[in-house]
């Protein structure tokens, strides 16, 4: 359904401040990533900034955020697991802990819509609450946007 995009949040736990020795390989690798991304013919949007919204996030410090839009959910699979960024999930226990909560959900949005960091968090929030449905799930599962809509629609009815 091409009216929809995948929408991913994760948040990871920092091993020390970004300003830290130890963080230079994570680093190094950031800039290259993002282009990486920014390349691929899957990647819609992601916030340009990694400041953007920083006050709006209700993790701490050492908790580092990512959020971004994919066409399928085959794209951002293919991006996180079969493209450079492999060697950064290969090494991400150089960097960072390991978080006991889910710490990463995924959820169709319709086209052009660009979710901010409420959204992202009450999607994390819904999953660890609720589990996998069509409004928030993991890698996975495998909902498709149709079923999403029709959640979200159902959801909107109670609550309206």
């Given at each position: 359904?091409?009216?929809?995009?995948l929408?991913?949040?994760?948040?990871?736990?920092?091993?020390?401040?970004?300003?830290?020795?130890?963080?230079?390989?994570?680093?190094?690798?950031?800039?290259?990533?993002?282009?990486?991304?920014?390349?691929?013919?899957?990647?819609?949007?992601?916030?340009?900034?990694?400041?953007?919204?920083?006050?709006?996030?209700?993790?701490?410090?050492?908790?580092?955020?990512?959020?971004?839009?994919?066409?399928?959910?085959?794209?951002?699979?293919?991006?996180?697991?079969?493209?450079g960024?492999?060697?950064?999930?290969?090494?991400?226990?150089?960097?960072f802990?390991?978080?006991?909560?889910?710490?990463?959900?995924?959820?169709?949005?319709?086209?052009?819509?660009?979710?901010?960091?409420?959204?992202?968090?009450?999607?994390?929030?819904?999953?660890?609450?609720?589990?996998?449905?069509?409004?928030?799930?993991?890698?996975?599962?495998?909902?498709?946007?149709?079923?999403?809509?029709?959640?979200?629609?159902?959801?909107?009815?109670?609550?309206?």
């Amino acid at each position: 359904m091409t009216d929809f995009h995948l929408a991913q949040f994760n948040i990871a736990r920092l091993k020390a401040p970004l300003d830290d020795p130890s963080m230079t390989g994570f680093l190094e690798l950031r800039d290259p990533l993002n282009a990486l991304a920014d390349g691929d013919p899957g990647f819609v949007w992601r916030p340009v900034s990694p400041v953007d919204g920083a006050d709006e996030w209700p993790y701490g410090p050492d908790i580092l955020i990512n959020y971004s839009v994919w066409r399928s959910r085959e794209a951002l699979w293919e991006y996180a697991y079969r493209s450079g960024h492999l060697e950064a999930m290969r090494r991400r226990r150089e960097w960072f802990d390991r978080v006991a909560e889910t710490y990463q959900v995924l959820w169709w949005i319709p086209a052009g819509h660009r979710p901010g960091p409420d959204e992202c968090v009450d999607r994390l929030e819904l999953l660890r609450r609720e589990g996998p449905t069509p409004r928030a799930f993991t890698f996975r599962d495998h909902y498709t946007a149709e079923e999403a809509a029709r959640a979200e629609a159902e959801q909107a009815a109670r609550v309206g």
